[in-house]
């Protein structure tokens, strides 16, 4: 976060960046319900509600912040702190209010990014990410801050943890199969050497 009027970013050095428009059709705010302004920071363009500070990008644009490091930059370069009553302006209440997309209009599933940032973002699989105020900024810094990283190395081990669970299970029903197996032929066994004494004190009787 910088100073408005700063021109580079007092910890890493790099140029502020500034929102300008962007030549996007104009959508409604899924909170406000008012029309966003297509502006575009970093060369991305997105969608922006002033009255909320709410941030509407499409599914590319947001991997191309994910990937790309410049663009992490200018997000936080261009993001500016808002007013306390707009960082509220989503229910804090134990009520999670669902969101539609603006696009299609279908209500959107909230996840928390990359299951470990602690940032909920409303995602349109479809479509693309909503950001409530300072959501955006906090991603791009859970991200520069080596989360995604973290992240994937959780998902290995957790896949890892899955696949050696698998692995015992299959052995375990394996043995039991075998134990079934062995168990069976033995009381086939028995019913055999039954069936011949009783055979064989008939024929001597």
């Given amino acids: 976060m910088m100073f408005i009027g700063s021109r580079h970013c007092p910890h890493c050095g790099a140029a502020a960046a500034t929102a300008t428009p962007a030549q996007l059709s104009v959508l409604k705010c899924p909170r406000c319900k008012v029309d966003m302004s297509p502006i575009t920071i970093g060369g991305e363009a997105m969608r922006e509600c002033e009255r909320c500070n709410g941030l509407w990008l499409g599914v590319a644009a947001f991997d191309r912040i994910c990937a790309n490091r410049e663009q992490q930059s200018a997000v936080l370069g261009g993001a500016s702190v808002a007013p306390e009553s707009q960082l509220h302006a989503v229910p804090v209440s134990g009520k999670i209010r669902y969101v539609p997309c603006p696009q299609c209009g279908q209500l959107m599933n909230r996840i928390n990014f990359a299951r470990c940032s602690g940032v909920i973002v409303d995602v349109c699989r479809g479509h693309g990410t909503w950001f409530d105020a300072s959501e955006l900024r906090e991603i791009v810094e859970f991200i520069r801050g080596g989360g995604l990283e973290l992240a994937r190395q959780k998902e290995k081990r957790e896949i ?44 001597i009787e």
Avoid: M, P, W
């Fill in 160 to 203: 890892e943890s899955e696949r050696e669970q698998l692995r015992r299970e299959q052995t375990t029903a394996t043995q039991r199969v075998l134990e079934h197996n062995i168990s069976f032929q033995d009381e086939t066994r028995v019913v055999g050497i039954s069936a011949a004494r009783g055979l064989l004190k008939f024929l």
